[in-house]
């Protein structure tokens, strides 16, 4: 406890050491450093500072406090990041299959008290100039964050966040309208082979059962008052200013409870792992028995072709208050279950006598030491998501940020017991608790790097809609004391490399076109807006073809080929073709310090590759050099295809899926990035979204949502529903404000705007109107019936 000093001398000395503890703040340079500055027992506007960590692994300070009226736990990450994120997260167990900590997430976005508006969280897209918004809702813990790189922002967002989330009107038409979009948008079946069985889940549609006095009593006890939040904070604004803000607007309006919202033990007996490195250490091991090429479970069930790839769900799961580990297989026929049950046994008895390779296990540790020091845009969302499950089921959140301290303590496990890792597969799997070539490089590529990437890219050329560069991307990015070994490897992709194993090929493939068609139903939309923009460009003809549904049936076809001799002599040509040094482009992002050792090893990688170099005639005669940089005329030129003969066409295509749902798409031929009329066609797509689409898709047709975009030289519309409203009509009408206009504009700032992560920085991509559509959906007999649509 912290301890209130009552004498006069001790008050004097508290406001002396309190004036220097605020010179310190105002000296220091970085928020890690303010942040230090903190003193456990030290009370801030209502809060009491509880713990106060450096962080030098993820470069900041971790700054842990309650507050004193509610017990509502809080945990601030300083770090010189301008991407300020803040989020709320209330465990809400579910005790039946209603889907209230759903539903009510969605409620409670639809006006609050201070702002009784409906829907003010879509409202707020166009008028703020966050980085990220949204809500979501797990197993069991719901969660509300948003981020962004403006201080007054911030304190906007801030204050229509804590409005919804502890002041929501909860009106019955908001929750009605909600209940209804559920109940036709989120229900499937869904089948796995989890561990040594094979069984099938079906969700019970309870939904409709769900009562409007259920879904406020859900709200006002126990899973909404503060007595039932964490905070977290993330960034190098002021701790004090978030404190206060809180304090004032929400916190100093409840009491403290007791929300017993703890979750039960599941039936199948206490799996409850909140120990931090005991979640990490089952968290490690299983990447080493199931993820990549070299793992026993892949060997013993992948390359032997007993199924397609693994489930979506395979591996350890700690997210959950009763952690569990998984096995399950796609593709796999019933037959096989036993023999499956078999190899899972004696795969498990073969890691515990054999144990892992060195060299696997110092791979995984070097990825998760990039893991560490790779910053990405969003890096305050991922630690929030990172502590999130398990600081809900009450682990130390502090300890999870202290990644280096589990390697350390996980190495010296392993010094100490060789056979550590087997001991723990021993535990676990059948004491307690639960039931050469390419894969060698493959280990040097998680060994040496933070991954390696090849992809196809078609960029649309600025100026001109019938006018793109195509290329094929690599990318890697590695340790600086690897660098030598990165550019090793991309030198033996180039001069060594070998297609002559066929049954790892066919694994690849088989591999490649399952996860391709599970993919339709997490990103169907996507797909929808490539066909759509398919016959419009000649750039979208190829993006189709590289990454569009013809991209899913092209590797659904080459997995059913029995003999694949003829794709494995056809790859050595590509590769002769596609790895030339004399079409090659380079980027290099390092360092100050490790930029000139970069370009160095670059260049020595350039020359010892050059024997691949070949001055090949284009495969393609239309084309057209352009400066790569537009403001040099007379520096290096790119080469660009220019396909004059290409005439866009009026495109409708229906593909029948078995989803619930359909995703919609509408693209419509427009200008390129340079016209003048781009710019205001971006502003109208934002608009349109938040002031049409919006009430028409969501509120009135009950879809889970819709918009527009603009891209490419294409105005694309996209949603859940049906073809779309009279949007172009609702544009002609002018029936729009010059205010909405103005945020409209301010939303495309943000976009543009958007913080991009050191590693991208200084990247430049290495590269009458007409309208297409398409849908992904269930069976749909007016489609059917007419001629217009084309039906796959």
């Known amino acids: 406890m912290w301890r209130q000093t009552k004498t006069a001398l001790n008050k004097v000395l508290r406001l002396k050491n309190l004036h220097r503890h605020n010179s310190r703040v105002l000296n220091s340079s970085s928020a890690p450093e303010r942040a230090l500055q903190f003193e456990p027992g030290q009370k801030i506007h209502g809060f009491t500072v509880k713990q106060v960590v450096a962080v030098p692994d993820l470069f900041l300070t971790a700054v842990k406090l309650t507050h004193d009226q509610t017990g509502a736990q809080y945990l601030h990450a300083a770090r010189d990041d301008s991407n300020n994120l803040f989020s709320v997260q209330l465990r809400t167990t579910p005790m039946d299959s209603s889907g209230v900590p759903h539903i009510l997430e969605h409620t409670v976005l639809c006006g609050s008290h201070k702002f ?157 792992i909140t120990d931090t490195f005991e979640g990490f250490t089952l968290s490690l091991l299983s990447s080493l028995m199931v993820s990549g090429p070299n793992s026993p479970f892949y060997k013993a069930l992948i390359e032997p072709k007993i199924g397609t790839d693994f489930s979506s769900v395979v591996g350890y799961d700690g997210s959950t208050r009763d952690a569990s580990f998984s096995i399950g297989l796609q593709g796999t026929s019933e037959q096989d279950v036993e023999k499956v049950k078999q190899i899972i046994n004696s795969t498990i008895d073969q890691i515990i006598q054999d144990g892992f390779e060195e060299e696997r296990i110092e791979a995984l540790l070097h990825k998760i030491e990039i893991q560490m020091k790779h910053q990405s845009t969003n890096f305050g969302l991922s630690l929030a998501s990172f502590v999130a499950s398990s ?23 392993l010094k100490e017991n060789p056979r550590f890792l087997q001991d723990k597969v021993q535990q676990y799997f059948k004491d307690g608790l639960w039931l050469d070539g390419l894969p060698q490089q493959a280990q040097q590529m998680e060994l040496r790097t933070g991954g390696m990437s090849v992809s196809p890219q078609v960029i649309p050329d600025s100026a001109h809609l019938d006018v793109y560069e195509q290329g094929v991307a690599l990318s890697s990015s590695c340790l600086d004391r690897n660098l030598p070994h990165m550019f090793d490897l991309w030198r033996e992709l180039f001069n060594s490399a070998q297609f002559n194993d066929e049954e790892r090929l066919r694994v690849l493939v088989m591999m490649s076109a399952q996860e391709l068609t599970n993919g339709i139903s997490y990103s169907g939309h996507m797909y929808a807006m490539t066909r759509a923009a398919r016959h419009l460009t000649s750039a979208g003809e190829l993006q189709e073809t590289f990454g569009g549904m013809e991209q899913v049936k092209f590797m659904k076809r080459v997995a059913e080929i029995q003999d694949l001799n003829h794709v494995m002599r056809t790859l050595p040509r590509l590769k002769k073709h596609l790895l030339n040094p004399h079409n090659m482009r380079c980027a290099i992002n390092a360092t100050p310090q490790k930029m000139s050792d970069a370009s160095k090893h670059l260049e020595t990688f350039l020359s010892e590759v050059s024997g691949n170099k070949k001055d090949r005639k284009p495969v393609r005669p239309n084309t057209v050099q352009k400066p790569i940089d537009p403001g040099l005329e007379s520096g290096p030129t790119k080469a660009l295809v220019s396909d004059s003969r290409f005439q866009p066409c009026h495109m409708k295509t229906f593909f029948q899926m078995p989803f619930p749902v359909n995703f919609v798409s509408q693209s419509i031929r427009t200008v390129p990035f340079t016209h003048e009329d781009y710019a205001s066609l971006c502003v109208l797509a934002r608009m349109m979204t938040a002031k049409f689409l919006h009430g028409e898709i969501r509120e009135k047709g009950g879809a889970y949502g819709g918009g527009a975009r603009m891209g490419g030289g294409l105005f694309t519309f996209y949603s859940y529903s049906t073809p779309f409203p009279q949007s172009a009509d609702w544009a002609r009408a002018g029936q729009f404000s010059q205010q909405d206009i103005d945020e409209a504009k301010l939303s495309v700032f943000s976009a543009v705007d958007a913080p991009v992560a050191p590693s991208d920085k200084g990247i430049w991509g290495v590269g009458r109107a007409t309208d ?14 007419d ?3 084309i039906v796959k």
């Open 116 to 272: 009784p508006v409906r829907d003010p969280f879509f409202k707020m897209l166009n008028r703020s100039l966050s980085t990220f918004m949204n809500a979501f809702t797990a197993s069991d813990y719901t969660m509300y964050p948003f981020s962004t790189q403006n201080s007054k922002d911030f304190q906007n967002l801030l204050s229509v966040y804590l409005d919804a989330v502890f002041f929501p009107c909860l009106r019955e038409q908001d929750f009605c309208r909600t209940t209804s979009g559920f109940t036709l948008s989120t229900f499937r079946t869904n089948c796995f082979q989890i561990t040594l069985t094979l069984w099938c889940r079906r969700r019970t549609i309870v939904i409709p059962d769900l009562t409007w006095d259920q879904l406020k009593q859900f709200h006002a006890t126990p899973t909404y008052p503060p007595s039932n939040a964490r905070f977290f904070t993330y960034g190098d604004l002021p701790l004090e200013q978030h404190l206060q803000q809180i304090q004032q607007e929400a916190l100093c309006k409840f009491e403290r409870i007791d929300p017993k919202t703890e979750v039960p033990p599941q039936p199948t007996g206490p799996n409850l």
């Open 391 to 413: 600081w809900n089921h009450d682990g130390d959140p502090v300890e999870l940020l202290q990644i280096g301290d589990n390697v350390s303590k996980f190495k010296q496990a």
């Open 772 to 785: 297409g559509a398409a849908i992904l959906g269930p069976e749909n007999d007016v489609i059917r019936k």
């Open 787 to 789: 001629p217009s649509w």
